[in-house]
């Protein structure tokens, strides 16, 4: 396991990036003792150890959803393991889309799968 948290919260406006009608669907991530701002805007989760680099090829799982890591942007790795924060790209794509991207190939999540208790894990 290289990554093990859960969601503890969802901001505001944590899924408005999700629209179908945009080009590269995301979410983001952070640990639960964001600022404001940036919480406001993100799906909070409990602090954890980064104990491997997430990489191509890695799955990650959010709640019972399971997707295949595409690409990893070069910042996601130091925010992840610094605050807990990446941005989640739906695009399956092989290439980031910003150095802070993790692409994943998979289903799109709803609000009911970053529920309060949801466990996001990397592997």
Request: aromatic share 6%; charged share 25%; hydrophobic share 45%.
């Amino acid at each position: 396991m290289k990554y093990d948290v859960t969601v503890t919260g969802l901001g505001d406006m944590a899924l408005a990036f999700l629209d179908p009608a945009m080009e590269m669907r995301f979410v983001i991530l952070f640990n639960e003792d964001a600022p404001a701002e940036l919480a406001e805007l993100s799906i909070l989760h409990t602090k954890a150890e980064l104990t491997e680099a997430p990489a191509p090829g890695d799955t990650m799982k959010i709640g019972e959803k399971t997707y295949k890591v595409t690409a990893v942007g070069d910042e996601a790795i130091h925010t992840l393991k610094e605050l807990g924060h990446c941005t989640l790209a739906f695009t399956a794509d092989t290439e980031p889309y910003r150095p802070g991207c993790i692409n994943l190939d998979g289903e799109v999540i709803t609000e009911a799968d970053v529920a309060n208790g949801t466990v996001i894990q990397i592997f």
